[in-house]
């Protein structure tokens, strides 16, 4: 049995007003829960059952995802009354695994078309305590970069910085052995990326790398989450999870669209009203959100809730979104 463990507890600020109401793996992206596709990702790699560890709005998984049956893999939930950190919660969520072998774990925020099944080879072959996923960006600042040598052995962890060392950075996907997370203190505050990744280093633990470059996204901020999703819809980026689409769009249920209202390359949240005339191209409208008659949107996102008056013409813009 291979066992993963998905990291959802997080509160997404930088989606604010989506996350409100809604923690951020939560979100729609093309049309289903992010969190949808990356439970999804783990089931196509081989992966039979899945923890989600939660936290911020805990409550809100379950009713959605169930046992996991209707996905095809089995799922559980630990919920964190405090947070963790991402070492504690993984030590946390990995109680409730019955698999003993290694153990995927994800980032709840990051779509990536990365080799899962090849990671998890590439870790048993080469005896790992650690695998990290790692892939190259053009500016390594916000991210931690990761450095190894001509084995592919990591030979130095570093957070964020001014000045990384190298532009390939931890992608968000790790392969842990059961005895490097038994050996994560457990109900304790614990960052893998400040603590348990530079204490493996020094203690001389097999950590390595494995390096893909394909697709990879941080789905953190309204910008990242609107390029997911046409990603997704374009076929830029393929998920299984990723729902048949109408012209290119996908419409929720319980959208209302005026019959004379166009709709090409868009996201139709749940509840939300296009009114008549109105032409929505290439642009995510969130759930319950209003746009008016007449309304002509091009790459845009409108926030759940949101009101789009009559006769808006508006490209490449964000409405309904707190003024930064």
Same mark, same amino acid.
């Given at each position: 049995?291979?066992?993963?463990?998905?990291?959802?507890?997080g509160?997404?600020?930088?989606?604010?007003?989506?996350?409100?109401?809604?923690?951020?793996p939560?979100?729609?992206?093309?049309?289903?829960?992010?969190?949808?596709?990356?439970?999804?990702?783990?089931?196509?790699?081989?992966?039979?059952?899945?923890?989600?560890?939660?936290?911020?709005?805990?409550?809100?998984?379950?009713?959605?995802f169930?046992?996991?049956?209707?996905?095809g893999?089995?799922?559980?939930?630990?919920?964190?009354s405090?947070?963790?950190?991402t070492?504690?919660?993984i030590?946390n969520?990995?109680?409730?695994?019955?698999?003993?072998?290694?153990?995927?774990?994800?980032?709840?925020?990051?779509?990536?078309?990365?080799?899962?099944?090849?990671?998890?080879?590439?870790?048993?072959?080469?005896?790992?305590?650690?695998?990290?996923y790692?892939t190259?960006?053009?500016?390594?600042?916000?991210?931690?970069?990761?450095?190894?040598?001509?084995?592919?052995?990591?030979?130095?962890?570093?957070?964020k910085?001014?000045?990384p060392?190298?532009?390939?950075i931890?992608a /968000?996907?790790? =392969?842990? @052995?059961?005895e !490097? $997370?038994?050996?994560?203190?457990?109900?304790?505050?614990?960052? %893998?990326?400040? &603590?348990?990744?530079?204490g493996?280093l020094?203690?001389?633990?097999?950590?390595?790398?494995?390096?893909?470059?394909?697709?990879?996204l941080?789905?953190?901020?309204?910008?990242?989450?609107?390029?997911?999703?046409?990603?997704?819809?374009?076929?830029?980026?393929?998920?299984?999870?990723?729902?048949?689409?109408?012209?290119?769009?996908?419409?929720?249920?319980?959208?209302?669209?005026?019959?004379?209202?166009?709709?090409?390359?868009?996201?139709?949240?749940? /509840?939300?009203? =296009?009114? @008549?005339?109105? !032409? $929505?191209?290439?642009?995510?409208?969130?759930?319950?959100?209003? %746009?008016?008659? &007449?309304?002509?949107?091009t790459?845009?996102?409108?926030?759940?809730?949101?009101?789009?008056?009559s006769?808006?013409?508006?490209?490449?813009?964000?409405l309904?979104?707190?003024?930064?």
């Amino acid at each position: 049995m291979s066992s993963a463990i998905l990291l959802v507890g997080g509160m997404g600020t930088r989606l604010q007003p989506l996350t409100f109401n809604t923690p951020k793996p939560m979100l729609s992206v093309a049309g289903v829960p992010f969190t949808e596709h990356q439970i999804i990702k783990a089931r196509e790699a081989g992966f039979t059952e899945i923890v989600l560890a939660t936290s911020f709005k805990a409550e809100l998984f379950e009713p959605y995802f169930g046992d996991g049956e209707r996905f095809g893999i089995s799922i559980r939930y630990a919920v964190e009354s405090v947070p963790l950190g991402t070492g504690g919660a993984i030590r946390n969520a990995a109680s409730m695994l019955t698999g003993s072998g290694p153990v995927a774990i994800f980032n709840g925020d990051v779509l990536s078309a990365h080799d899962l099944a090849a990671q998890l080879s590439f870790h048993v072959k080469n005896q790992a305590d650690v695998t990290l996923y790692l892939t190259e960006v053009p500016d390594a600042r916000a991210f931690g970069a990761v450095e190894f040598g001509d084995d592919f052995r990591v030979t130095a962890f570093n957070e964020k910085m001014e000045n990384p060392p190298t532009n390939m950075i931890n992608a /968000g996907c790790y =392969i842990f @052995s059961r005895e !490097v $997370i038994d050996s994560i203190p457990a109900q304790q505050v614990i960052s %893998v990326e400040r &603590e348990t990744f530079p204490g493996l280093l020094n203690d001389g633990a097999r950590v390595f790398a494995f390096i893909d470059r394909n697709y990879w996204l941080d789905i953190g901020n309204p910008s990242a989450l609107m390029k997911a999703t046409r990603d997704l819809l374009s076929g830029a980026m393929y998920s299984a999870a990723t729902p048949v689409l109408s012209d290119g769009s996908f419409i929720a249920a319980g959208a209302s669209i005026a019959a004379t209202a166009k709709i090409t390359s868009s996201v139709i949240g749940s /509840g939300a009203q =296009i009114g @008549s005339g109105a !032409v $929505i191209e290439g642009c995510l409208i969130g759930a319950g959100a209003r %746009v008016g008659q &007449e309304v002509v949107l091009t790459d845009c996102f409108v926030a759940d809730s949101a009101q789009v008056e009559s006769g808006v013409i508006a490209g490449g813009s964000f409405l309904g979104f707190p003024l930064k």
